[in-house]
């Protein structure tokens, strides 16, 4: 098993972590949340003073953070952690970046001699608990292959989009469509539910005819449908509302770059924004939900 450090403890990053310690790694965390770090130490991980020191003598550095700037700031920041790896670390992001921000990481990396691997997934808060979670890596076929040993204590399944960025032009092309998707299952919900129908009864009827898709049939967005959903608990834990639409702007800014026409990708951004700005971008982004039945 290898020795690994994990920076970044959110929602999503903390069972990552967790995952890596139950497949038997030796595991150093850091996180600026104290009371994050040590629920892993009490899982048994190590800790340290800042991210330099937690990472002296990792064979792998995994890093899960909010956005491209905290990426940055790690990495390349003035005290950036790349300046202290050892040649030959495998370095993997597996935050929602814009993919030049991956690249130019991996540049820095590759001047260094150092193996990294953008590596953003798919499958939420419950995927990373139950570690099924999918990787959607970016960078070269060698390196991948390395990291697939330490990739697999927390996922189910492994996908090399291509070089350098193409996990993170992936992963953005894929909340995009969740963002969609999930705009419109609460649309339809909620236009079901003001002529009468049973939500449940409605849900049930979709799933099983071609409106059905992963945002009804295993997040179900309205409340008391399904269990073990964050629309179930208040929209509580889950992907928050701010971080699709951080990754909605990804999409934008890369629609943008490449002349690509995103209309029902744009309106869901705009969507998401509102919904933000109207004091919901704590809660899960199912809650959507609300903007049509407030």
């Known amino acids: 098993m290898a020795k690994v450090t994990f920076i970044g403890l959110?929602?999503?990053?903390?069972?990552m972590a967790s995952n890596l310690l139950k497949a038997g790694h030796e595991l150093t965390v850091f996180d600026l949340s104290a009371s994050a770090v040590e629920t892993l130490v009490a899982q048994g991980a190590k800790t340290a003073a800042d991210v330099n020191a937690a990472a002296q003598g990792?064979?792998?550095?995994?890093?899960?953070?909010?956005?491209?700037?905290?990426?940055?700031?790690?990495?390349?920041?003035?005290?950036?952690?790349?300046?202290?790896?050892p040649e030959g670390t495998l370095v993997i992001d597996c935050s929602t970046t814009a993919p030049e921000t991956a690249r130019k990481v991996a540049e820095a990396a590759a001047a260094l001699r150092l193996?990294?691997?953008d590596a953003p997934v798919s499958g939420g808060v419950g995927g990373a608990t139950a570690g099924t979670l999918t990787f959607i890596c970016g960078g070269e076929a060698e390196v991948f292959e390395a990291a697939e040993p330490v990739l697999k204590g927390m996922g189910a399944k492994l996908f090399h989009a291509g070089?350098?960025?193409?996990g993170q032009v992936a992963k953005i092309c894929n909340n995009m469509m969740l963002a969609i998707l999930m705009t419109g299952t609460c649309e339809a919900l909620a236009l079901g539910v003001k002529?009468?129908?049973?939500?449940?009864?409605?849900?049930?009827?979709?799933?099983?005819?071609?409106g059905g898709n992963w945002a009804?049939?295993?997040?179900?967005?309205?409340p008391g449908v399904m269990d073990g959903v964050p629309a179930s608990r208040d929209y509580q834990g889950g992907f928050l509302v701010d971080l699709m639409a951080k990754d909605l702007g990804l999409a934008m800014d890369n629609a943008n770059r490449n002349h690509a026409p995103v209309p029902m990708g744009s309106l869901a951004r705009n969507l998401y924004e509102v919904?933000?700005?109207q004091g919901h971008g704590k809660l899960d982004f199912s809650s959507i939900q609300k903007l049509f039945v407030d």
């Open 58 to 85: 990792a064979a792998c550095v995994i890093t899960m953070l909010p956005a491209g700037q905290h990426v940055e700031a790690v990495y390349l920041g003035e005290q950036g952690l790349l300046q202290s790896l």
């Open 195 to 210: 002529n009468g129908l049973d939500p449940a009864v409605l849900s049930e009827i979709i799933k099983q005819s071609s």
């Open 10 to 15: 959110g929602n999503m990053g903390s069972p």
């Open 115 to 117: 193996r990294f691997l």
């Open 275 to 277: 919904h933000a700005h």
């Open 216 to 222: 009804l049939n295993v997040y179900n967005p309205w």
């Open 163 to 166: 070089p350098h960025g193409a």
